[in-house]
C-alpha cells in the first residue's frame, strides 16, 4: 500500500524556522515538497533523488533544505529564515518512476499547514 504521510506543521513568527517530515512507503524513489497557498495553485518547492542529490526553487534556496533517512522512510523539509509568503499548505510527493525525477507526480500525502505571520 502506497502511503505518504506529513507531519510537523503549525505556525511561526516571520524569521524562524519548522521542520516537515513525511513518512513514504515507496523506496528508491525521486521524492519532492511542494505548497500551495490559499487561492494559488500549487507550486514545486524542491526534488531529492535516491541518492540524495537535491534541487530547490529559486524562492528556497539557502533558506530550505530537503534531506531523506532511507532507513526510516522519510522525507524531510527543514525551513529556516521563515517568510510570511512562506505560508501555505505543504505536500510531499513522490515521483510516477522510480529512480529517477520524470517530473510527473503519481503520489501526493495530504498535506501540512504552515502559517509564518509577521
Known amino acids: 500500500q502506497v502511503y505518504l504521510k506529513e507531519a510537523g506543521g503549525g505556525s511561526v513568527q516571520s524569521g524562524g524556522s519548522l521542520r516537515l517530515s513525511c513518512a513514504v512507503s515507496?523506496?528508491?524513489?525521486?521524492l519532492g515538497w511542494f505548497r500551495q497557498a490559499q487561492g494559488k495553485e500549487r507550486k514545486w518547492v524542491g526534488s531529492?533523488?535516491?541518492?540524495?542529490?537535491?534541487s530547490y526553487d529559486e524562492n528556497v534556496k539557502g533558506r530550505f533544505t530537503i534531506s531523506r533517512d532511507h532507513n526510516q522512510n522519510t522525507l524531510y523539509l527543514q525551513m529556516n529564515s521563515l517568510r510570511p509568503e512562506d505560508t501555505g499548505m505543504y505536500y510531499c510527493?513522490?515521483?510516477?518512476?522510480?529512480?529517477?525525477?520524470?517530473?510527473?507526480?503519481?503520489?501526493w500525502g495530504q498535506g501540512a499547514q504552515v502559517t509564518v505571520s509577521s
Open positions: 510527493a513522490a515521483d510516477a518512476q522510480r529512480y529517477y525525477c520524470s517530473g510527473s507526480w503519481g503520489y
Open positions: 515507496l523506496r528508491d524513489y525521486c
Open positions: 531529492i533523488l535516491p541518492a540524495g542529490q537535491t
